[in-house]
């Protein structure tokens, strides 16, 4: 009771401080706006344009002028002295009614022209009404190059004015971090840096009409960020995302800079400069002036260095490449938006150089890059893991719901620029324009709607990836898995793969190694769990299960090493005799959600084709080992001999109603016959043979691909897609000339009906307790061989007595010495001969058969399953 009290007294604390915080920031910036609101557009110098250009033309006359539309010209409001339009004779008042002959009468247009096509030294007849004369005059001027600073006034102008509202920039990224993440340090740290940068703004000259009490308010905070500011950069920098080698080493600099910060804090106040009033008066005088600045100057531009540093030293050090990753941006947003802000201080504090004012609003600019890389980190790389958030609390209405206003809006403002094109450019009548712009609007909106729909269904999956395609996440996987060269390499793979897919919280990856130790290398993992021993409590059970645990709060017992962790869902990695190879530990989701049945089952699927990658990399790890202590090419291939019949099944399930053997004799020491045993789940079990074309160590590697494509997949409900997702792996990953012809029959114990697909093997052969024969004959295609290609099943029935074989060609193609083969009638008249033998004994039997039939001479590998029902 009193923890939870605690707890909720912090809370009430922080969003007291958060209110206060936000409230005080919103009000200065608020206040410092209305008096440094952006001046009013001025007239472009000799244009008289409605809205200042961003670029004046090249040449100038001048003069200033208006044009009005009643006085069939444009009036002059001021000639500059000593210009070519004084020379020329121009004065005040005047009316230019013609440009080179071309009347104003209807729009300036002829006037712009003749600016737009001068170049300096051209002439240009003014014809001009002046007052208090009938006649009109024909003044002749001469264009002169116009200063390039003048030519550039107007973007600087612009410039200025988007510098003016650079708080708001600040505000709108501190505050939505601070209250979203508020029980965040991160957020805090990042949000009060923000809000210091914001009240720093320069102030103007004068306040009028302030009263001395809002005045001194405003100083006095406008006085405090300036002053912490470099304590806040140094202290956020530092520690994010985590402590810096330069804060580990030196604990106590941090509180050093705070209590410069605060004595300059209290010296600034009441005058908002800090620099004016640095300490108190008694200090002061014990220093003096010339010590004191050279104290401020440190301070700030040293804490500002430090933090950068910081910054720098923490992004080079890390040992996460991903965290590196994430807040890359915000490192280069920081480095480029700071240094050269804090480098031009130095140097004008200093009096070494003094920035000229397009150089100081280049690097007022470049301090934007703070703020906006810090959010794109947010967004696009989660450092604070804050779009989370946002699709919990405001997801609609900030990504879809936003994005359809987006879209509203620009509909609006292109209906209104087509408005005034049609009433300025081809002087339609307001009304009609305005309605020829409505009907624009909708005609716009109806095409837009159809992609408005998709780029939505984009935003929602780039953001925050609602669904996934289990069948594209394994896909992805069986397809990296196979460039996989380390254990290491792997558990960054299988890291990759389920955070793209299900965004936990934290993904860890344990692997066991020789000694059944569970070890992993994650550094965000305490030394204490980095390496666990073999028999953790729990560990066994995982294994025994072999599926995707979810971990419930109360039932975190039988595997409390985990407990510190945090952790939401367990997923051991285990091999085909139910040894634990590995275990993937997952925090929470990001999105707050369970991890579902349907999570379960992609993890399990995950699991199993890492549990065979692991055997297969210990397997080729070991004949890694023996090959090298081999010096002759005899020994290698006995090795991948005894690689390949690893593959084959030492057993399978246990099933009361079907008894089953297999067996397979090699032409060679490797070869591309296959047979397995898949377990089913209860009370099933599959049947596999396969023959892959060709011989030798070509056809082995295929055989290996094909049994981990099976064995990943052995739990999979549907027989069809199982096959159709072997048959795209091979077809991807082979040769176009290699095929394999395959046989897989499901024996389902409760209602004794064989389901199978023959991909263009040899027909087995179902012997009937009756004596009656029946042949199984292929219901699809081979498979590896072609692009298209559907998988196809048949059933049959089974009854008590009745003996199935299943075989490669190797059997019934055996020849003599005359070239007769084996055949079929043969080999079903020996199984018949043998089907009440023990299996071993039937298999014994029809080998032997095989064998004295061609005299010794084997070219092709031999191989049988045989079934028998009870």
């Known amino acids: 009771m009193g923890e939870v009290r605690a707890a909720m007294v912090t809370r009430v604390l922080r969003w007291t401080v958060a209110l206060a915080l936000s409230?005080?920031?919103?009000?200065?910036?608020?206040?410092?706006?209305?008096?440094?609101?952006?001046?009013?557009?001025?007239?472009?110098?000799?244009?008289?344009?409605?809205?200042e250009p961003l670029l004046q033309p090249p040449v100038r006359l001048g003069f200033q002028l208006r044009y009005v539309p009643g006085l069939r010209g444009v009036r002059v409001n001021r000639v500059d002295p000593a210009g070519p339009a004084e020379r020329a004779g121009l004065r005040e008042g005047d009316v230019i009614v013609a440009v080179d002959g071309r009347s104003l009468a209807e729009s300036a247009a002829p006037y712009l022209a003749a600016y737009r096509a001068a170049r300096p030294g051209d002439g240009v007849a003014l014809t001009v009404e002046r007052p208090g004369r009938p006649e009109e005059l024909v003044l002749r001027g001469v264009f002169e190059a116009r200063p390039l600073t003048d030519r550039l006034a107007p973007a600087l102008r612009m410039i200025d004015r988007v510098l003016r509202l650079f708080p708001v920039v600040f505000l709108a990224v501190a505050l939505p971090v601070l209250f979203l993440r508020i029980d965040d340090p991160h957020a805090w740290?990042?949000?009060?840096?923000?809000?210091?940068?914001?009240?720093?703004?320069?102030?103007?000259?004068?306040?009028?009409?302030?009263?001395?009490?809002?005045?001194?308010?405003?100083?006095?905070?406008?006085?405090?960020?300036?002053?912490?500011?470099?304590?806040?950069?140094?202290?956020?920098?530092?520690?994010?995302?985590?402590?810096?080698?330069?804060?580990?080493?030196?604990?106590?600099?941090?509180?050093?800079?705070?209590?410069?910060?605060?004595?300059?804090?209290?010296?600034?106040?009441?005058?908002?400069?800090?620099?004016?009033?640095?300490?108190?008066?008694?200090?002061?005088?014990?220093l003096g002036?010339?010590?004191?600045?050279?104290?401020?100057?440190?301070?700030?531009?040293?804490?500002?260095?430090?933090?950068?540093?910081?910054?720098?030293?923490?992004?080079?050090?890390?040992?996460?490449?991903?965290?590196?990753?994430?807040?890359?941006?915000?490192?280069?947003?920081?480095?480029?938006?700071?240094?050269?802000?804090?480098?031009?201080?130095?140097?004008?504090?200093?009096?070494?150089?003094?920035?000229p004012g397009w150089v100081a609003t280049f690097v007022y600019l470049l301090v934007y890059l703070l703020p906006l890389s810090f959010a794109y980190a947010v967004v696009k790389h989660r450092v604070l893991e804050l779009p989370v958030l946002l699709r919990r609390s405001a997801r609609y209405l900030l990504v879809r719901r936003g994005f359809v206003v987006l879209l509203v809006l620009v509909g609006a403002v292109a209906s209104a620029l087509f408005a005034l094109s049609l009433e300025r450019v081809l002087r339609v009548e307001a009304s009609l324009a305005t309605t020829a712009g409505v009907a624009f609007g909708f005609v716009l909106a109806g095409v837009t709607a159809p992609g408005s729909?998709?780029?939505?269904?984009?935003?929602?999956?780039?953001?925050?990836?609602?669904?996934?395609?289990?069948?594209?996440?394994?896909?992805?996987?069986?397809?990296?898995?196979?460039?996989?060269?380390?254990?290491?390499?792997?558990?960054?793979?299988?890291?990759?793969?389920?955070?793209?897919?299900?965004?936990?919280?934290?993904?860890?990856?344990?692997?066991?190694?020789?000694?059944?130790?569970?070890?992993?290398?994650?550094?965000?993992?305490?030394?204490?769990?980095?390496?666990?021993?073999?028999?953790?409590?729990?560990?066994?059970?995982?294994?025994?299960?072999?599926?995707?645990?979810?971990?419930?709060?109360?039932?975190?017992?039988?595997?409390?090493?985990?407990?510190?962790?945090?952790?939401?869902?367990?997923?051991?990695?285990?091999?085909?005799?139910?040894?634990?190879?590995?275990?993937?530990?997952?925090?929470?989701?990001?999105?707050?959600?369970?991890?579902?049945?349907?999570?379960?089952r992609l993890l399990g699927s995950v699991a199993s084709q890492a549990g065979v990658t692991l055997e297969n990399m210990a397997l080729a790890a070991r004949m890694a080992e023996r090959l090298q202590a081999e010096q002759r090419a005899a020994h290698e291939v006995e090795l991948a001999r005894q690689v390949q019949a690893r593959l084959l099944p030492a057993g399978g399930p246990h099933l009361q109603s079907l008894e089953y053997a297999g067996r397979c004799l090699q032409a060679r020491s490797v070869g591309g016959d296959y047979f397995d045993f898949l377990?089913?789940?209860?009370?099933?079990v599959g049947l596999v043979l396969a023959d892959v074309s060709g011989k030798g160590f070509a056809a082995a590697l295929l055989v290996a691909s094909l049994h981990a494509s099976l064995r990943s997949q052995s739990r999979a409900s549907d027989l069809a897609d199982q096959l159709g997702t072997a048959h795209r792996l091979l077809y991807e990953s082979t040769e176009t000339s290699r095929y394999v012809t395959l046989f897989?029959?499901?024996?389902?114990?409760?209602?004794?009906?064989?389901?199978?697909?023959?991909?263009?093997?040899?027909?087995?052969?179902?012997?009937?307790?009756?004596?009656?024969?029946?042949?199984?004959?292929p219901t699809t295609m081979v498979i590896g061989l072609l692009v298209e290609w559907t998988p196809e099943t048949n059933e049959v029935a089974l009854q008590p007595g009745d003996v199935l074989a299943i075989y490669s060609d190797g059997l019934t193609e055996a020849t003599n010495g005359d070239g007769e083969e084996?055949?079929?009638?043969?080999?079903?008249?020996?199984?018949?001969?043998?089907?009440?033998?023990?299996?071993?004994?039937?298999?014994?039997?029809?080998?032997?058969?095989?064998?004295?039939?061609?005299?010794?001479?084997?070219?092709?590998?031999?191989?049988?399953?045989?079934?028998?029902?009870?």
């Not at 389902?748 to 991909?759: F, K, M, S, T």
């Open 289 to 355: 002036d010339r010590l004191t600045a050279g104290l401020w100057h440190a301070y700030n531009y040293g804490g500002f260095a430090l933090a950068l540093a910081c910054l720098g030293a923490t992004y080079v050090s890390h040992p996460s490449g991903e965290a590196r990753r994430r807040i890359r941006v915000l490192v280069l947003g920081a480095l480029v938006g700071l240094t050269p802000v804090v480098v031009a201080g130095v140097l004008s504090d200093l009096g070494v150089w003094q920035p």
């Open 453 to 600: 729909r998709r780029v939505t269904r984009l935003i929602d999956r780039a953001f925050f990836r609602d669904a996934y395609d289990a069948r594209l996440v394994l896909q992805d996987l069986a397809e990296q898995i196979r460039l996989v060269t380390s254990e290491q390499d792997l558990a960054v793979l299988l890291r990759q793969q389920v955070e793209r897919a299900l965004h936990p919280s934290f993904t860890i990856v344990f692997l066991a190694d020789d000694d059944g130790r569970m070890h992993t290398d994650d550094p965000t993992v305490p030394d204490g769990l980095r390496d666990l021993p073999g028999d953790a409590p729990g560990l066994a059970e995982l294994a025994r299960r072999g599926r995707p645990r979810p971990v419930e709060p109360e039932a975190r017992e039988p595997a409390s090493f985990l407990v510190p962790l945090k952790a939401e869902c367990l997923v051991p990695i285990v091999g085909r005799d139910a040894h634990l190879l590995g275990l993937a530990v997952l925090g929470p989701r990001l999105s707050d959600e369970p991890y579902s049945g349907e999570d379960e």
């Open 23 to 51: 409230a005080a920031s919103v009000s200065y910036t608020a206040f410092w706006l209305y008096f440094n609101a952006p001046l009013a557009t001025t007239m472009s110098e000799d244009l008289g344009l409605p809205r």
């Open 744 to 777: 897989v029959g499901q024996f389902d114990e409760a209602d004794r009906r064989l389901r199978y697909a023959n991909c263009g093997h040899n027909p087995p052969l179902v012997l009937r307790r009756d004596g009656r024969r029946a042949r199984l004959w």
């Open 679 to 684: 377990d089913r789940g209860e009370g099933r």
């Open 822 to 870: 084996f055949g079929d009638e043969r080999l079903a008249d020996t199984i018949e001969a043998h089907r009440d033998d023990d299996l071993e004994e039937l298999l014994d039997a029809v080998f032997a058969e095989v064998h004295r039939f061609s005299a010794g001479e084997q070219a092709d590998d031999q191989t049988m399953v045989v079934a028998r029902v009870r």
């Open 189 to 286: 740290r990042a949000a009060v840096l923000l809000v210091g940068i914001a009240g720093v703004a320069r102030t103007p000259e004068s306040y009028p009409g302030v009263g001395p009490h809002v005045l001194a308010l405003a100083m006095a905070w406008r006085g405090a960020c300036d002053a912490l500011l470099a304590f806040l950069a140094y202290l956020f920098f530092s520690t994010f995302p985590t402590r810096s080698p330069v804060d580990r080493r030196l604990p106590w600099l941090r509180w050093v800079l705070l209590a410069l910060g605060a004595l300059f804090a209290l010296g600034g106040i009441g005058t908002a400069h800090p620099g004016q009033a640095w300490l108190p008066a008694s200090l002061t005088a014990v």
